[in-house]
């Protein structure tokens, strides 16, 4: 489960490299670049793939599926969420995923969770609500959030459905492809959510553009995808949790943002159901 940590971690620090990328750069294109980015350092992966295994029976319209879900959508909803609100607020929302996992799997894919990760769920859950529904900060926009809970849905979905493809494909493969096959598809509509096209880049701009696409899309899909292929979805799902309390934690440390009291015993809470899911045992 290490790698659903590193992955919640480097996740959760990408609204703080949004906000530093906003100074210069249209938040569409912000996503567009970080996957550019990813995509051509991951080329050499998907290129040997294709030599090694030109007769291997791929779903090559799922995996661009979930690319386009994974990628594009989920990035475009949390970064353009991001524009209308604090970086600690858009953190907070993502907490809310644990129950959307749940939720989607009990709704869509027939797949009960035990009381326990239920319980676990709803606990992360109030620890958002805690953060986000109580916090002092004067930057929080009901769209930005609502914006942001709506990429919790779509990563409810390609969470479950990604469980399957990595059962035939390496997580690494996996992770080239998808990205590389969601950029494509999800390229018109980043160009047409681009509202400015005026480009000046910074010192401080780039190093974020560079972090948001080798750490947070790059690196932290890869370890996702690794610690899903071994892990229960609905476990995987807690984890996600974490992203507020890094995102949360970071703000505060660059961005000045603050928070009160009660928003910090929601961090508590949320660190409390990923901890204790870290020692549940598997058949949970």
């Not at 490299?17 to 992966?45: M, N, S």
């Not at 004067?138 to 059962?167: H, M, N, P, Q």
């Not at 934690?249 to 929601?266: A, E, K, Q, R």
């Amino acid at each position: 489960m290490i790698y659903l940590l590193l992955a919640s971690f480097l996740w959760g620090t990408s609204f703080i490299a949004g906000k530093f990328t906003y100074e210069t750069l249209d938040p569409a294109l912000v996503v567009l670049f970080r996957l550019i980015i990813a995509g051509v350092i991951l080329f050499p992966i998907t290129l040997r793939f294709i030599k090694e295994n030109s007769k291997s029976d791929v779903d090559w319209k799922k995996i661009a599926l979930l690319g386009f879900l994974t990628y594009p959508a989920t990035f475009l909803l949390q970064f353009i969420g991001l524009q209308y609100t604090s970086a600690s607020s858009a953190a907070t929302m993502i907490g809310i995923e644990p129950l959307m996992v749940i939720l989607i799997g009990q709704l869509f894919f027939k797949e009960k969770a035990s009381l326990t990760i239920w319980l676990l769920g709803t606990i992360a859950f109030i620890g958002v609500f805690l953060l986000v529904g109580l916090s002092d900060s004067k930057e929080i926009s009901l769209i930005g959030c609502l914006l942001v809970l709506a990429s919790t849905i779509v990563v409810a979905l390609w969470l479950r459905l990604s469980k399957s493809v990595l059962g035939n494909l390496n997580p690494k493969v996996y992770t080239a492809l998808s990205l590389q096959l969601g950029t494509l598809i999800g390229l018109p509509f980043m160009l047409l959510l681009v509202k400015n096209w005026n480009i000046n880049f910074s010192y401080s701009s780039i190093i974020a553009l560079l972090y948001l696409g080798i750490g947070c899309s790059l690196f932290a899909n890869w370890a996702w995808n690794k610690g899903l292929s071994e892990t229960e979805t609905n476990k995987s799902g807690i984890f996600l949790a974490l992203e507020p309390v890094f995102g949360v934690l970071f703000s505060i440390i660059l961005l000045n943002d603050s928070l009160s009291i009660t928003s910090w015993v929601g961090v508590a809470l949320v660190i409390l159901s990923a901890a204790v899911c870290l020692v549940l045992p598997k058949k949970n």
